[in-house]
């Protein structure tokens, strides 16, 4: 059993950064795809990013290039480094992972989420 506890969310003003990060507890994190997932009020979660255990990532359309996704398998973490925040990016934030691979992995364990607001 993986238990995932994220961190990092906050209010940011819009242009802001935000680092979020997750931390792993339990075997077999360095070889599962981890991902990060958003929910956003009257919305259903949406993928945002995902990398491998070999540090290969995939973005939705709408962050790439304003998020960065990283990991240190050592420290079973991952991070979501948030640059140019919109107040569309507003919503809680989840980490996920489990087996498979960059595109197509399963999501079979979940954090409790951090909440990212971005407003003036």
């Known amino acids: 059993q993986v238990q995932l506890v994220e961190s990092g969310g906050g209010l940011v003003q819009p242009g802001g950064s935000l680092r979020l990060s997750c931390v792993a507890s339990g075997p077999l994190f360095s070889i599962y795809v981890m991902g990060w997932y958003r929910q956003a009020p009257g919305k259903q979660r949406e993928f945002i990013a995902a990398i491998t255990s070999g540090g290969d990532t995939n973005y939705v359309d709408s962050v790439e290039g304003r998020f960065t996704i990283s990991r240190d398998n050592d420290k079973n973490t991952i991070w979501l480094q948030m640059n140019g925040l919109k107040p569309e990016d507003t919503a809680v934030y989840y980490c996920?992972?489990?087996?498979?691979?960059?595109?197509?992995?399963?999501?079979?364990?979940w954090g409790q989420g951090t909440q990212v607001t971005v407003s003036s």
């Open positions: 996920s992972g489990g087996p498979g691979v960059l595109r197509a992995f399963e999501n079979r364990f």
